[in-house]
């Protein structure tokens, strides 16, 4: 647990430098506040994320995949879980993380839309409700969301055979992919925007003007958006962001009882946000 703590210590040191120096020469929004409205609340995520909801989540994938190793006669022997099974689990380790990021962003796409257009969207606007869009925006949210999307990615890859340590291998890279693409940078990748998720991409998906709604729910490869119609990058940067006609309390005892005191969901809002445009 005091590693854990280290590295998350560490790589949030690190991001608060590269990001600023990115941001003080690319940036999306000129002279963006650094000390906005809940950053404090969002440093907190940072730190509550690995220390508490990965361990969560860890307990929660294995109640999720012990029926279906039982069913399949594996062992549950930690050494073998680890390991991997099948054809996936014998191809090397850098091979099965390619799969597993490719294949997690694929499943991580259809996660994150059904967060938009169903009773989830509760939880999701968390993730929605900062005025301010910077890399630790990135962090913001609800538990349950997190949770369900963890489980949601991990469970089918592990099923397929990949081993989870080649998964593991890559969650401090994707960790810090994920705040770049929220940081406040202009960068839209030009003729590879297709390739890659550009920040501009992705704060396109958190505006809370129209035209954004229901666009780019991939986390890596837009051209999952691209296949199903969700693509939206015009050349303009998004500058309003936040939830339209919803206010979440900022604190986290507010934003983690906000779903549970909204048990009546607008459908309306949700064909707003998500259904129309997915």
């Known amino acids: 647990m005091e590693g854990r703590f280290v590295r998350t210590l560490v790589l949030f040191i690190v991001l608060t430098v590269v990001f600023g120096v990115l941001e003080k020469f690319w940036p999306s929004i000129p002279n963006q506040r650094k000390w906005r409205q809940g950053v404090w609340l969002d440093t907190f995520y940072w730190f509550f994320t690995p220390m508490v909801i990965q361990v969560l989540s860890i307990i929660a994938i294995a109640l999720v995949l012990l029926p279906f190793y039982l069913l399949l006669e594996r062992s549950l022997a930690w050494e073998s879980i680890l390991a991997g099974y099948g ?11 390619l799969i597993a990021i490719v294949v997690g962003d ?7 839309r059904w967060h938009h257009t169903s009773q989830l969207w509760d939880y999701h606007a968390i993730h929605h409700s900062s005025k301010t869009i910077d890399w630790l925006t990135a962090v913001r949210l609800h538990p349950v969301n997190d949770i369900i999307s963890r489980v949601m990615q991990a469970s089918p890859l592990m099923l397929l055979g990949l081993s989870p340590i080649a998964v593991e291998l890559y969650t401090p890279l994707l960790s810090a992919y994920v705040a770049f693409i929220h940081a406040n940078v202009s960068w839209t990748y030009g003729p590879f925007r297709y390739l890659l998720a550009s920040p501009a991409f992705h704060r396109w998906h958190h505006t809370m003007d ?4 229901g666009k780019n729910f991939a986390g890596l490869f837009p051209i999952y958006d691209v296949m199903f119609g ?18 979440i309390t900022e604190s986290f005892v507010g934003h983690f009882l906000h779903p549970f005191r909204h048990w009546k969901f607008t459908k309306k809002w949700l064909v707003q946000r998500g259904g129309n445009h997915s």
């Open 87 to 97: 054809a996936f689990g014998q191809l090397p380790l850098w091979l099965q993380g």
């Open 106 to 112: 694929f499943i991580g796409y259809w996660t994150h």
């Open 210 to 213: 129209q035209e954004g709604w």
């Open 230 to 247: 969700t693509f939206y990058l015009p050349s303009r940067q998004p500058k309003n962001f936040g939830l339209y006609n919803e206010e």
